[in-house]
C-alpha cells in the first residue's frame, strides 16, 4: 500500500465525519453495544442469549440478508446441542491460534452440526448453516474483540486495497490477510486522533459503543470505496 494514499484517504475520511450529518453505518456500533452488554455463554437459556447479543433498532443486515439467515440457523442449533456450539465459539474466540485456523474449525464445527441436525430433524429443510462464507464468523469475532477484528466483506476489502495501491490484489477469500491488513491500517488512524473525535460525534453515549474498535479502519476502507477516493 502506498503510504501517501493511505494518509490522504484518512484527511478525506476525517473531514467526511465532520460534514456528514447522519453516518449511514452507526447500526455497527450498536450491534456491538449489544453484544458487548448480553454476550454469557453459560447463561441458563443460550438461545435466548444469543438472540439478545443480535439485535439492532436500524437493521437486521449484520445477519439476515434475504436467503442469507445465519442467526436463525444458529439459534437452532443453540437449542439443538448447547454445549457443542459453546465449545465452538469458546474455540472461535481463542486468542491462542490464528484467527483464520479458528474459522475454519467454526466452519467445520457448523457443517458437522448441520449433519447431525437434519438426522434428527427428518422432515426438515434447512441445507445450510450459512456460515461458510467467512461473514457470520467474522462478525462473531468482531463483535467479541472489536479491538482486533472487523466484520467481512471481500468485494470491500479488495477494492479498498485497489484504492490504496497495494500490489498483489487477492481474488479469492483471504480472511487472515483482511484482518492483517486492518490492523496496520488501524495504526496510522490511531496517529490521527481527530478522525476518532469526528465519529465520536456521531456516537450515542447509550445506544453505541464508543471504545476502541477495528469497526473505524472498516468504516475508512468502505468510505474509500463508496465515495471513490
Given at each position: 500500500?502506498?503510504?501517501?494514499?493511505?494518509?490522504?484517504?484518512?484527511?478525506?475520511y476525517t473531514q467526511w465525519?465532520?460534514?456528514?450529518?447522519?453516518?449511514?453505518?452507526?447500526?455497527?456500533?450498536?450491534?456491538?453495544?449489544?453484544?458487548?452488554?448480553?454476550?454469557?455463554?453459560?447463561?441458563?437459556?443460550?438461545?435466548?442469549?444469543?438472540?439478545?447479543?443480535?439485535?439492532?433498532?436500524?437493521?437486521?443486515?449484520?445477519?439476515?440478508?434475504?436467503?442469507?439467515?445465519?442467526?436463525?440457523?444458529?439459534?437452532?442449533?443453540?437449542?439443538?446441542?448447547?454445549?457443542?456450539?459453546?465449545?465452538?465459539?469458546?474455540?472461535?474466540?481463542?486468542?491462542?491460534?490464528?484467527?483464520?485456523?479458528?474459522?475454519?474449525?467454526?466452519?467445520?464445527?457448523?457443517?458437522?452440526?448441520?449433519?447431525?441436525?437434519?438426522?434428527?430433524?427428518?422432515?426438515?429443510?434447512?441445507?445450510?448453516?450459512?456460515?461458510?462464507?467467512?461473514?457470520?464468523?467474522?462478525?462473531?469475532?468482531?463483535?467479541?474483540?472489536?479491538?482486533?477484528?472487523?466484520?467481512?466483506?471481500?468485494?470491500?476489502?479488495?477494492?479498498?486495497?485497489?484504492?490504496?495501491?497495494?500490489?498483489?490484489?487477492?481474488?479469492?477469500?483471504?480472511?487472515?490477510?483482511?484482518?492483517?491488513?486492518?490492523?496496520?491500517?488501524?495504526?496510522?488512524l490511531d496517529k490521527s486522533?481527530?478522525?476518532?473525535?469526528?465519529?465520536?460525534?456521531?456516537?450515542?453515549?447509550?445506544?453505541?459503543?464508543?471504545?476502541?474498535t477495528m469497526l473505524l479502519?472498516?468504516?475508512?476502507?468502505?468510505?474509500?470505496?463508496?465515495?471513490?477516493?
Amino acid at each position: 500500500m502506498v503510504l501517501s494514499k493511505i494518509q490522504d484517504g484518512i484527511s478525506a475520511y476525517t473531514q467526511w465525519l465532520n460534514r456528514t450529518r447522519h453516518h449511514p453505518s452507526l447500526y455497527k456500533w450498536e450491534s456491538l453495544q449489544n453484544f458487548q452488554l448480553h454476550w454469557n455463554p453459560t447463561a441458563p437459556d443460550p438461545a435466548e442469549m444469543f438472540d439478545r447479543c443480535l439485535q439492532n433498532s436500524d437493521t437486521r443486515r449484520q445477519w439476515q440478508d434475504g436467503n442469507w439467515q445465519p442467526k436463525r440457523m444458529m439459534l437452532e442449533f443453540w437449542r439443538f446441542e448447547p454445549q457443542t456450539v459453546r465449545a465452538m465459539f469458546d474455540d472461535l474466540f481463542n486468542e491462542k491460534f490464528a484467527p483464520e485456523n479458528r474459522i475454519s474449525r467454526f466452519m467445520f464445527g457448523c457443517d458437522a452440526l448441520l449433519a447431525d441436525y437434519k438426522k434428527t430433524h427428518a422432515t426438515t429443510i434447512e441445507n445450510n448453516h450459512y456460515h461458510g462464507d467467512y461473514r457470520a464468523p467474522a462478525l462473531y469475532l468482531s463483535l467479541h474483540s472489536p479491538e482486533g477484528y472487523a466484520p467481512y466483506d471481500f468485494p470491500m476489502f479488495r477494492e479498498a486495497l485497489v484504492r490504496l495501491g497495494a500490489r498483489d490484489i487477492p481474488e479469492v477469500n483471504d480472511i487472515g490477510r483482511y484482518f492483517k491488513v486492518l490492523k496496520t491500517l488501524m495504526t496510522f488512524l490511531d496517529k490521527s486522533p481527530a478522525t476518532a473525535e469526528a465519529l465520536q460525534k456521531h456516537l450515542h453515549p447509550h445506544r453505541h459503543y464508543r471504545g476502541r474498535t477495528m469497526l473505524l479502519v472498516e468504516d475508512y476502507c468502505r468510505f474509500l470505496v463508496m465515495e471513490n477516493v
